[in-house]
């Protein structure tokens, strides 16, 4: 990777570098308001089906366009579109094509994590808002290109954090708003999915997400356990990320599970894996605050994003759900379900059952899609835009160079250009 550079001093320059503004902050700019919004998903395979069912439910939502490059998942998404009782929309095989309708005015986008950057930055080009899976970018250069391309075409570049919806992250959100945990110091957040069959498979993910294994060795997917606590910590909105630090252990599960699994012809048997097992960065905020930010999914364990935050009155715990303030008894936590009857979000209380019918990693993605299309039709900013993509995505490449350069310390690129005060 060449954002690695030739020498640590290079690395440092590269990464600590901030290209001149081409257009005012995007921060807190409003959708134009719309009674119904226009989306054009690309890419409708796994991910994608699966978002598009969700937003099928979502009043005010309509699919006017899809596109993919494999022609039955596109095809399967139209019969998707008309069996919701929505017009047919148009399939289009080339997503350029897509970006360029003027029935569109969200380009909803689920394709691998390389195509992500091309396709927003010709949707934004194009005049379209850009609504992209996670991460939205793996180069540094790729997360400013995002930025300045919002900031020129005035258009936004949301990235689908769904995680940041999730029932017991809003809960929590509304404790720390309400004060419950006092001063927040330090968080904790993975992405902790053992996925070594998903990985050597000859479909979906298995087709795109190894390769990243052979070549990079940081942390492939920061967002859904960053997202959520960038929110407990008013991250662009008070605070930012100011530094980052990272280290990986040895690789070995990956290989060993392949070479116990495939027969020493499979072509996947000559692959090396550059990626250790386990990353765990450390990041700093402007404001002193800590996090502890992990990948793994390669490691035999149950699934965890860690989701801790601690404060000066207490601590949030994950997997399971727990919560200790201060003043309780020593050792023992509380289940979060003795705080839901106060603190449960409204917009849980309100969409709550609709969202768990169905179903979308428990209800998360459809609270997004809600909350994303709502705030749209009523001309409202969205809850987070391309500074948060850009920098809930950048400790991937950001933990690349770290690891690369003896766990350099590395400042953390301010993608809000100061535009980072509450
Ligand atoms: N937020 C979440 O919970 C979550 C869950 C799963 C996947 N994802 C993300 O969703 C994205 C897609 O993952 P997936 O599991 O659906 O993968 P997938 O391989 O199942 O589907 C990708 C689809 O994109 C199509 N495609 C590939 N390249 C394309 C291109 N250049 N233009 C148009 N279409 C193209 C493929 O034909 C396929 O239909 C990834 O970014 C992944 O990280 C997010």
Redo the contacts with the bound molecule.
């Keep these: 990777m060449s954002e690695i550079g030739n020498s640590a001093a290079e690395a440092l320059a590269f990464v600590g570098a901030t290209p001149p503004a081409q257009g005012a902050t995007m921060r807190g700019v409003p959708f134009e308001k719309r009674d119904v919004v226009r989306l054009g998903f690309?890419?409708?395979?796994?991910?994608?089906?699966?978002q598009l069912h969700e937003m099928l439910a979502v009043e005010g939502a309509r699919v006017t366009a899809v596109?993919?490059?494999?022609d039955a998942?596109a095809q399967q998404a139209r019969e998707r579109v008309e069996k919701a009782g929505q017009p047919a929309p148009a399939v289009e095989a080339d997503?350029r094509r897509l970006c360029e309708r003027a029935d569109v005015d969200l380009v909803y986008i689920?394709?691998?994590?390389?195509?992500?950057v091309p396709?927003a930055l010709w949707a934004m080009e194009c005049g379209k808002h850009a609504a992209v899976?996670?991460?939205a970018a793996t180069t540094l250069t790729d997360c400013w290109r995002l930025v300045d391309t919002s900031e020129r075409t005035r258009r936004h570049c949301v990235m689908?954090?769904?995680?940041c919806y999730e029932y017991a992250e809003m809960l929590v959100l509304n404790m720390i708003r309400a004060g419950l945990f006092g001063t927040i110091t330090h968080g904790e957040a993975a992405y902790i999915h053992e996925l070594r069959d998903t990985l050597l498979a000859d479909?979906?993910?298995g087709?795109?997400?190894r390769e990243p294994h052979t070549n990079r060795n940081g942390n492939l997917?920061p967002t859904?356990g960053l997202g959520p606590v960038a929110r407990y910590m008013d991250i662009h909105r008070g605070d930012r990320f100011t530094r980052l630090v990272a280290m990986s252990c040895r690789q070995a599960s990956l290989q060993e599970y392949r070479d116990r699994r495939l027969p020493a012809d499979n072509p996947k048997r000559a692959e090396t894996y550059t990626c250790g097992d386990m990353n765990s960065a450390l990041i700093q905020t402007a404001q002193g605050r800590t996090i502890l930010l992990q990948h793994d999914v390669v490691t035999p364990r149950p699934y965890s994003r860690l989701n801790l935050v601690a404060g000066t009155k207490g601590t949030f715990c994950d997997y399971p759900p727990r919560i200790f303030l201060d003043g309780q008894g020593a050792h023992d936590w509380k289940p979060l379900a003795e705080f839901k009857e106060q603190y449960e979000h409204p917009i849980w209380k309100e969409q709550g059952e609709l969202a768990r019918k169905l179903g979308g990693?428990g209800g998360m993605?459809f609270i997004m899609n809600y909350r994303l299309i709502q705030l749209f039709r009523q001309g409202l900013p969205p809850d987070s835009d391309v500074y948060e993509a850009a920098a809930w995505s950048a400790p991937g490449p950001l933990s690349d160079i770290s690891v690369a350069w003896d766990n350099l310390p590395l400042p953390f690129p301010d993608f809000t250009r100061g535009h980072w005060q509450a």
């Excluded at 596109?67 to 494999?70: A, F, G, Q, V």
């Excluded at 689920?110 to 992500?116: F, N, S």
């Excluded at 689908?160 to 995680?163: A, D, H, I, P, R």
């Design positions: 690309i890419g409708v395979g796994g991910r994608g089906q699966g596109s993919d490059i494999r998942h997503w689920c394709t691998p994590w390389d195509a992500h396709q899976e996670v991460p689908l954090e769904n995680c479909a979906s993910e087709l795109w997400r997917y859904h990693h993605d």
